[in-house]
C-alpha cells in the first residue's frame, strides 16, 4: 500500500503557467523530506502516480477572473474543479486528467490542488508581480499540506 504523498507543479513557459513550476523550485530546497516533488507540463503525469503514491498535491495556475495571486485549495472530488481548473493550456485540462484518472482507477486516494490565479500567460512572458508576490503564501500552504498528509515537516 503506497503511503508518501507527491507535489505535482504543472505549468508552462507562458507569464502566470510557470507559478507550478517555481513553487517544485521552491520545494526542492527542502531537502529534508522523502515526499517526491514533480514540475510537468502535462496534466496526464497524475495517470501515472497512483501505484506509488497515497496522495498527491497538484499546484496550476488558473483562471477564473480574480485577482492575479490568490490561491484556492480544492480537494478531490470538488465541482469547483471544473470550473476553476478546466480550461488549460496544457493538452488536457487539471479536471479533466483527474477525471480521466479517476474514470480509470488510477487516481491517488488523496488529491488537493491548488490553483494560484493568473494575471497573464502570454508566450515567453515573465511572471507578474502578483503572482511572484504570492509564491512564498503558496509554498506555506504546500508545505503545510504535506505536514497534514504525511505528518512529515519540511525543514
Do not use: K
Not at 12 to 37: C, F, K, M, Y
Amino acid at each position: 500500500m503506497p503511503s508518501e504523498t507527491c507535489i505535482l507543479g504543472l505549468g508552462s513557459p507562458n507569464g502566470d503557467d510557470q507559478a507550478g513550476w517555481r513553487i517544485v523550485e521552491r520545494l526542492q530546497r527542502h531537502t529534508d523530506t522523502a515526499v517526491a516533488i514533480f514540475a510537468s507540463a502535462d496534466p496526464l503525469r497524475l495517470i501515472e502516480l497512483d501505484q506509488d503514491y497515497w496522495g498527491v498535491i497538484v499546484v496550476d495556475a488558473c483562471s477564473t477572473g480574480g485577482a492575479a495571486g490568490t490561491i484556492t485549495r480544492l480537494q478531490w472530488p470538488d465541482s469547483r474543479i471544473r470550473s476553476r481548473h478546466g480550461h488549460s493550456s496544457h493538452s488536457f485540462s487539471v479536471a479533466e486528467a483527474l477525471h480521466l484518472a479517476d474514470q480509470m482507477g488510477r487516481l491517488p486516494e488523496h488529491v488537493v490542488l491548488f490553483g494560484i490565479e493568473t494575471g497573464t500567460c502570454r508566450p515567453d512572458a515573465a511572471m507578474s508581480a502578483a503572482v511572484v508576490r504570492a509564491l512564498p503564501a503558496l509554498e506555506q500552504q504546500v508545505l503545510q499540506e504535506v505536514v497534514r498528509s504525511e505528518g512529515v515537516a519540511l525543514g
